[in-house]
């Protein structure tokens, strides 16, 4: 019996057809990715079966069908927990999976969430509070109700590539402030994340692997070109990216490994699986208490240019060559078909898959 991997993902298109926007499918997957995958996969040596979002899911799951391996890329569409949709059905029905648990996803995407596990790791992060109703938002055009020193950086606790961050996120005044985050609370009805901005270099680590065995493979510097909207690694920019944006492996060696050395603590505090992504900035020092066990990598004096963890995408997007984790990949000299086999050997190598290869659950109905 030939082991089978089921492919779920959500597939833009078919969201654009029911009326949603380009922006609410903006972490949605082409029919170009969904494919590179499905040939890959095939590739490799397994039975593809191309099963779709999470309703489809839901529909054969109930009719008693199983397969050896999922490999989920599914974003969702409802909530902050999300991505964890499809990971949560998938274990209620003791189906193995690439990529990160419930768990994982859910604090993931919840960037406030994230950064207390960080901090509480000893991991830099930028100083931050949360803005969760308009109510909260009387008072901040007053002198001193910010709390953090301006500029400061906006935008909403839990999207993903660029949601709702464009230049007006670098906020100067209480004004500004006040105004932006009533505008993403009233598009995003969601809490909105204040946090100290942060006018360095930008980095993306790309990871593979899982725990004690995961290793950076490789550090992106991004670089905003003329064109692109400034300041800011924004929506449009990322929509855009072959147009705007230049993706340039760190040659630097000691910057390369204190950055990949942050990613993989991040990473690993999180409990993240397979592979993903780490996103990570330099800025200015960190007003935390010294007492914390901050035991993150610094440059330049008193920490100015210090290395800070922004987020992590433990479910980074993989079109062979718009998605940020592929781009360093090859960039790194990794073949696309090799970031994929490393992700599903490390599914593999989770306790219990391959007992379950080619089992029959009983799960008939509801």
Same mark, same amino acid.
């Given at each position: ?26 972490? @949605? ?29 839901? $529909?054969?799951?109930?009719?008693? $069908?199983?397969?050896?391996?999922? @490999? ?20 209620? @029905? ?21 950064? $207390? ?22 008072? /901040? ?13 906006? $935008? ?39 946090? +100290? ?5 930008? @980095? +993306? ?79 200015? #020092?960190?007003?935390? #208490? ?21 987020? /992590?995408?433990?479910?980074?997007? /993989? ?48």
């Amino acid at each position: 019996m030939s082991f089978c991997i089921g492919l779920v993902y959500d597939l833009r298109r078919d969201y654009l057809e029911m009326g949603f926007s380009e922006e609410q499918t903006a972490e @949605f997957d082409s029919e170009e990715t969904i494919n590179a995958l499905a040939k890959t996969i095939s590739a490799l040596g397994y039975k593809v079966e191309r099963i779709g979002n999470i309703y489809e899911l839901t $529909k054969l799951l109930s009719s008693g $069908k199983s397969w050896d391996l999922v @490999f989920n890329i599914a974003e969702g569409l409802y909530g902050r927990s999300r991505e964890a949709q499809v990971p949560a059905l998938l274990e209620a @029905f003791n189906i193995p999976y690439t990529f990160s648990d419930p768990l994982a996803l859910a604090l993931a995407l919840d960037k406030a969430m994230a950064k $207390k596990i960080l901090r509480a790791s000893g991991i830099p992060t930028p100083d931050f509070y949360l803005i969760s109703s308009l109510a909260e938002t009387e008072g /901040l055009d007053a002198p001193g109700a910010a709390g953090l020193d301006f500029p400061l950086f906006v $935008k909403p606790v839990s999207e993903g590539t660029g949601k709702g961050v464009t230049p007006s996120s670098i906020v100067q005044s209480q004004s500004e402030l006040k105004a932006q985050s009533r505008r993403l609370l009233a598009k995003y009805n969601q809490p909105v994340l204040v946090e +100290t901005y942060l006018p360095g270099e930008e @980095f +993306t680590v790309g990871i593979l692997g899982t725990g004690k065995k995961a290793r950076a493979l490789g550090v992106l510097e991004v670089k905003l070109l003329k064109n692109a909207e400034p300041g800011v690694y924004s929506y449009t920019n990322k929509e855009l990216c072959e147009e705007r944006v230049r993706y340039t492996l760190v040659k630097n060696r000691k910057l390369a490994e204190e950055a990949s050395e942050l990613a993989l603590r991040a990473y690993r505090a999180l409990d993240c699986r397979d592979a993903g992504r780490v996103d990570i900035k330099a800025g200015g #020092p960190t007003s935390w #208490p010294t007492s914390w066990p901050v035991r993150g990598p610094a440059r330049g004096p008193a920490g100015k240019n210090m290395l800070h963890v922004l987020e /992590l995408n433990p479910l980074a997007g /993989l079109h062979p060559t718009h998605s940020d984790l592929p781009i360093l990949c090859a960039q790194a000299g990794m073949k696309y078909e090799e970031l994929v086999k490393g992700i599903i050997d490390s599914a593999m190598e989770r306790p219990g898959i391959a007992p379950m290869r080619g089992r029959a659950f009983g799960l008939k109905t509801f």
